[in-house]
Nanobody, 114 residues
Framework: QVQLQESGPGLVKPSQTLSLTCTVS??????????WSWIRQSPGKGLEWIGR???????IYSPSLESRTSISWDTSGNQFTLHLSSVTPEDTAVYYC??????WGQGTQVTVSS
């Protein structure tokens, strides 16, 4: 059973870069056909897909966030990391990592505030 766990700061100042890490257990992030995503949900809004990294290290991002987003990975640590730059209060949300749409982390609250 694959399990995912998000970690990172709960509070980020405006204009800074938000970095969140997803640690995976029960499976390797380099397993063929595994696609690892970041998703968020802002207060009062639906789920928003941010981007993903696949088993080959290839990335794709939401067009609305692409200019501020990058996803990297650490295969030895079985982790992948979201970097979101130039954050504003509108980036306040619960951030989730997921494998396909089937396995999700519990989510981590991130608040952008000075």
């Amino acid at each position: 059973q694959v399990q995912l766990q998000e970690s990172g700061p709960g509070l980020v100042k405006p204009s800074q870069t938000l970095s969140l890490t997803c640690t995976v257990s029960g499976g390797s992030i380099t397993t063929t056909w595994y696609y690892w995503s970041w998703i968020r949900q802002s207060p009062g809004k639906g789920l928003e897909w941010i981007g993903r990294i696949d088993y080959g290290g290839n990335t794709i991002y939401s067009p609305s966030l692409e200019s501020r987003t990058s996803i990297s990975w650490d295969t030895s640590g079985n982790q992948f990391t979201l970097h979101l730059s130039s954050v504003t209060p509108e980036d306040t949300a619960v951030y989730y990592c997921a494998l396909w749409n089937d396995y999700w982390g519990q989510g981590t609250q991130v608040t952008v505030s000075s």
